[in-house]
């Protein structure tokens, strides 16, 4: 064979392999007590068959400096919602995450991220809200243990534990949800979406052509556990709620969240809006104030109505302080099993 063979037969392989560099971005905000996500649909005159997305698109190297600069960009033309905080999330490039076919020729490799941004009031352009426990509602424990987890999700995982490797399944599960009286740890998020989707109990299992269990539930049941996202769009939320959960212990990413004046308990019922747990509302007031996060303004809001509540601001000094400036606060205990 010729060397122009060869180059040529190298250059077929290397196009129908070609690596796709796209941007995703999970944006997060609080209203009313609610944590919701921007999310868009990739065909608008399909509204009830596309399932929602996160924004996304690819990097456009020509005309964006910066992989940031591009998803800012991105953004900003899909829903017309200039981002504030931004942090990069992880890299998502599984072979068929995007396009999940068997012949796939080029792979789609995502840089997502993680945005918050203040209260939307307005519209978003093409984008629109969501409640982000519309997606995992086994995640919501603010009111007392989701039932969805002893009545649909428990027996199911227990049934798959059944067919193979029972003790390790079991232990993935115990784990994952605290079962038996252990810790629920609401940082794994993406554990538990991740169990779910190889127990087959999530859509997306099906729709991405993934063997299904025994134990798997019909498709019409499957859409109890959550409702499915484009692609592999559930497993980077999922990806971005486990780290904001994580990172409200150690760093002051709560206040990204807040306007600027605030009161204690708004700080509050966005802390648990995020964590999915209730807290202690005098431990929190008190760890609050003395860990020197905030500083008094000196004026009351009449928001709630009722008696007039005192206003707080982030009191940013404390970023040179101390290393870890973090919402740390211990749990009512009827938050846990």
């Known amino acids: 064979m010729s060397n122009a063979q060869t180059s040529t037969r190298r250059g077929i392989r290397a196009a129908a392999h070609t690596v796709i560099i796209g941007l995703n971005a999970c944006i997060v905000t609080v209203g009313e007590e609610t944590p919701r996500v921007l999310v868009v649909r990739r065909d608008p005159a399909a509204r009830t068959q596309a399932p929602d997305g996160l924004p996304f698109g690819p990097f456009e190297p020509e005309h964006d400096r910066t992989l940031e600069i591009g998803l800012r ?35 789609v490799v995502s840089v997502g991220y993680l945005a918050l941004t203040r209260e939307a009031k307005d519209s978003a352009g ?17 009111n007392e243990r989701p ?48 169990l779910m989707y190889d127990a087959g109990l999530v859509l997306e299992t099906r729709r991405d052509g993934r063997p299904l269990p025994a134990s798997a539930p019909p498709a019409s049941d499957q859409k109890q556990f959550g409702e499915a996202m484009q692609f592999d769009h559930r497993r980077i939320l999922a990806t971005g709620m486990g780290r904001l959960r994580g990172k409200l212990k150690y760093r002051p990413i709560v206040f990204e969240l807040m306007d600027e004046a605030f009161t204690l308990l708004e700080l509050q019922r966005t802390v648990e809006a995020i964590s999915g747990i209730r807290l202690h509302k005098q431990n929190f007031r008190r760890l609050v104030e003395t860990s020197g996060l ?17 206003q707080f601001r982030f009191r940013r000094e404390v970023l040179r302080e101390r290393p870890a400036p973090g919402v740390r606060v211990p749990l009512r205990r009827t938050a846990r099993l």
Do not use: M
């Open 294 to 310: 905030v500083e008094r303004t000196g004026k009351r809001s009449t928001k709630a109505g009722g008696r007039p509540a005192e």
């Open 126 to 142: 093409s984008g629109s809200w969501r409640n982000i426990y519309d997606f995992f509602p086994w995640e919501d424990w603010r």
């Open 73 to 107: 960009n991105l953004v900003k033309d899909q829903t017309h919602v200039s981002l504030g905080y931004v942090e990069q999330l992880y890299t998502f490039g599984d072979r068929g995450r995007h396009e999940p076919e068997a012949d796939e020729g080029r792979r």
């Open 147 to 194: 039932a969805i987890i002893d009545d649909l999700i428990r027996p199911r995982l227990d049934a798959w534990a059944g067919l193979a490797d029972k003790d390790l399944r079991h232990d993935r599960a115990r784990l994952c949800f605290g079962f038996d009286g252990l810790h629920w740890d609401e940082e794994k998020v993406l554990e538990r979406y991740e």
